[in-house]
């Protein structure tokens, strides 16, 4: 019997190709267009409903970018798909979201071993699901509702959630170039974000605006926990009135390029990053909102690079359902209440693209060594991968029920410290170069997954 995934998201589409290489088939379900989200916009496999970005791609400034490296050494489709599609982002990797997402298709689609169907799975009990070697859950923080119902009933408990917000997005025709300059924060030759000064007036003029505006409300049975790292922009005025110019707003590593301002450093800045390799489009970066659409039109027109902007996509908010995992998912992210039913993605507690692709990397790993009965070596807590999945499955002496549980990125913190001081100038360097060694390692003890001949 084949293997099955449920949603076809990073995760998914990372699970199910993982499969394939191992010569196990696997049926992908996809709901849309069956059933729509309030994210995507497309039906595309592995969309990406937020920023464009991948983030950092430097392995010795961001524990991302070691993340980046260890799934191509792994031979995970979503980098393959991401550096082919790569827009310049400076230090980031982004993507030309479209180009990204018609390749993962693309690639899913002609594979001999993945059976791509195009129908919600609605509950763990549904009739598809009987006589699957395995079920693997990757359908994301926007679950359908009796998904996600039926999920909760699993593990016992009430589900958790908290809300992600978007950035808008302009059409770069309409930004007025008189009130903007191109520069990358860190790299002041180049060009890969377009910057939108403002002055403190202007500053305080658009936080005010901000805080006035009406919001979208949330239902009336849910919380808004929002992931501190993904905080919507009017949230992050409200904690007081100089957070936006120390957070995404800070001109830090920006001079002014304009006529009249050369070497000038703004009071604040908004920049803006290419949604595609054409430049036609910029999302705002760091400006996830939930406030009402006709108040982003109206409020984000106070930037005077935007005062004409046509907005292609306003910002919006979705929640995010997550599960508690140390305390419902053994180390290989099977249910302890529902042996046979595993999870992968964000859906875990992970955050973020990679992070969700690179679960479900896992998962399909997991899977593979399963059906050939070999014993997979957990990666170690030193190297990005297995900090990540401590995270999810953290040792008892780490692990504290009273503290609960909130997902997370990638981050250095997730790596045990040093035993010796390590400068503070030093220190990602440092965990750079353990986290290579101890992958390398660990990459020597795995088995043989791969089938005969897959690529």
């Known amino acids: 019997m ?7 998201g990073l995760a998914g589409a990372e699970c199910a ?3 394939s290489r191992a010569g196990l088939p696997a049926t992908l379900f996809e709901m849309r267009p069956e059933r729509r ?11 990406l409903v937020c920023s464009n970005s991948f983030r950092s791609d430097e392995p010795t400034a961001a524990a991302v970018g070691l993340l980046k490296e260890e799934m191509s050494a792994l031979g995970s489709l979503v980098m393959e798909a991401a550096r082919a599609t790569a827009v310049p982002a400076g230090k980031a ?4 979201r479209t180009l990204f997402a018609a390749r993962v298709t693309e690639a899913v689609a002609r594979n001999p071993l993945i059976t791509l169907e195009r129908r919600e799975i609605p509950s763990l009990d549904d009739p598809a699901l009987a006589g699957a070697e395995a079920v ?12 996600s119902a039926s999920l909760r ?7 958790l959630y908290f809300y992600d917000a978007i950035a808008p997005i302009v059409d770069a025709a309409s930004i007025d170039m008189e009130h903007a300059f191109w520069g990358s924060r860190w790299r002041p030759e180049d060009d890969d974000y377009l910057n939108c000064p403002l002055t403190k007036e202007e500053y305080e003029a658009l936080v005010a605006a901000m805080l006035a505006a009406e919001k979208v409300p949330c239902r009336d049975f849910e919380k808004a926990v929002h992931f501190e790292g993904c905080l919507p922009v009017e949230e992050m005025a409200e904690r007081g009135p100089m957070t936006l110019a120390f957070g995404p707003l800070k001109p830090v590593g920006l001079t002014d390029t304009r006529p009249g301002h050369e070497g000038r450093r703004p009071f604040a800045v908004i920049q803006l990053r ?3 390799r054409e430049r036609t489009a910029f999302n705002l970066v760091g400006f996830q909102t939930k406030l009402k659409y006709p108040e982003q039109d109206r409020v984000f027109r106070m930037i005077p690079a935007l005062r004409n902007a046509e907005f292609l996509r306003f910002g919006s908010i979705h929640r995010n359902t997550f599960v508690n995992a140390p305390a419902v998912l053994s180390e290989e992210l099977e249910l302890v209440a529902r042996p046979g039913v595993f999870l992968g993605g964000q859906i875990t507690g992970v955050e973020g693209y990679l992070e969700s692709a690179a679960c479900g990397l896992w998962l399909g790993m997991v899977l593979a060594a399963r059906h050939l009965g070999v014993e997979l070596p957990r990666p170690p807590r030193e190297c990005a991968l297995g900090a990540l999945l401590s ?5 008892a002496e780490d692990y504290d029920p009273k503290r609960g549980f909130q997902p997370s990125n990638v981050n250095f913190g997730l790596m045990p410290a040093f035993e010796g001081r390590v400068p503070k100038k030093k220190r990602k360097e440092a965990y750079a170069e353990r986290a290579r060694t101890a992958f390398a390692a660990w990459l020597q003890r795995l088995p043989r997954l791969d089938a005969p001949g897959a690529g």
């Open 274 to 276: 290419a949604e595609n």
């Open 2 to 8: 084949p293997y099955i995934v449920i949603g076809g």
């Open 37 to 47: 989200t309030p994210a995507h916009e497309t039906d595309l496999l592995a969309e």
């Open 93 to 96: 990797l982004a993507v030309d």
């Open 153 to 159: 009933e699993a593990v016992g408990g009430k589900e």
């Open 17 to 19: 190709w993982f499969l």
């Open 136 to 147: 693997a859950v990757c359908a994301g923080p926007l679950a359908s509702d009796s998904l």
């Open 391 to 395: 995270h999810l499955r953290p040792d």
